[in-house]
């Protein structure tokens, strides 16, 4: 398939530049005529937001349209900053240093190279089965027994989370599914529903939410916030039913299944923020914080729609 082609894909992407010009203009109506402080800060925010998104679009954009080498080289850069930023959070031990550099430059080029050659066997069980087994070893080489089950949990959570499960989203180009080839959709379907039922759930926790789900965790999650957006997102998902292989009631179960593991994801990922004492991961990203924070509901999502559409439709 040739994807810079590929007409389907062109208008999801002009879709998403309407909106993104759409808030925008919102964005600067707004910032204009604003007095309150609070307020003002507000929209500082949505507006520093918006101009994150435009690039990190045009980013997704040039990965997706270069085709599979620049989808794989593009989330593998993302699980590498994205494991910085996790490893960052807790401390490490001097013998854990040769472990992470094993783990940095050694498993993640690796892992993705065979998601590149399309090697599935290989790569569903490289993390969770000889790199489970290797980091502990490699780190017990270094003979420092202070706090060894936390240090080699951490690496292998965090490989997990930033490396094999972001990972999924990519191998989605790998699925041979009859009848369809346009895998590339899938892949932009995946992040797009994500993202806008995390921008959704935003919006609506600001405008209406009252009831807080998490208080300790994330005091910004509503419920009316979490049902909003992942509704709103959900049906959006079911629209879009024309550039995948679903129909529109499977394509709107799909997106209410990825909707809900991409609010796990981010619960979770907040609950170990919070228990290290900080708002973010990282500072990368003006007005999201760091890689992690704003692929943290792609990384429960990606291995669960990748699973449910081989397991249904290849």
């Not at 590149?116 to 027994?145: D, H, K, N, Q």
């Not at 991961?281 to 291995?303: C, L, Q, V």
Request: positive net charge; proline residues 4%.
């Amino acid at each position: 398939m040739n994807i810079a082609v590929d007409a389907q894909l062109a208008w999801m992407f002009s879709g998403v530049v309407g909106l993104l010009i759409a808030a925008s203009i919102i964005g600067f109506l707004l910032g204009r005529n604003v007095t309150d402080d609070a307020k003002r800060v507000v929209i500082d925010n949505l507006n520093a937001r918006t101009w994150a998104w435009w690039v990190m679009c045009a980013i997704f954009a040039v990965a997706i349209f270069s085709g599979t080498i620049g989808s794989v080289i593009l989330f593998a850069l993302m699980s590498f900053l994205a494991l910085r930023e996790f490893i960052t959070l807790t401390p490490t031990k001097h013998g854990d240093h040769r472990t992470l550099f094993w783990v940095f430059f050694v498993v993640i080029p690796l892992h993705y190279y065979l998601v590149a050659i399309r090697w599935y066997g290989l790569f569903s069980i490289l993390i969770p089965v000889y790199v489970f087994l290797f980091v502990p070893l490699r780190s017990a080489l270094a003979g420092e027994t202070a706090n060894f089950l936390e240090r080699t949990a951490k690496i292998q959570w965090g490989l997990m989370v930033c490396v094999y499960c972001i990972s999924h989203a990519p191998a989605l180009l790998m699925l041979d599914i009859p009848g369809y080839s346009g895998n590339a959709k899938l892949l932009f379907f995946l992040v797009l529903v994500v993202q806008l039922s995390d921008v959704l759930q935003y919006v609506f926790g600001k405008t209406l939410g009252r009831r807080k789900i998490a208080p300790l965790i994330s005091p910004n999650k509503t419920w009316e916030g979490f049902l909003g957006g992942v509704v709103c997102s959900s049906l959006i998902g079911a629209g879009l039913w024309w550039a995948t292989p679903f129909t529109p009631f499977q394509a709107g179960g799909m997106a209410l299944a990825i909707n809900l593991m991409g609010f796990s994801g981010g619960l979770c990922m907040s609950a170990i923020k919070r228990d290290r004492g900080v708002k973010d991961f990282g500072t990368m990203i003006e007005g999201h914080g760091g890689i992690m924070d704003r692929i943290d509901s792609i990384s429960f999502a990606a291995p669960i729609f990748f699973h449910l559409t081989r397991f249904y439709f290849t």
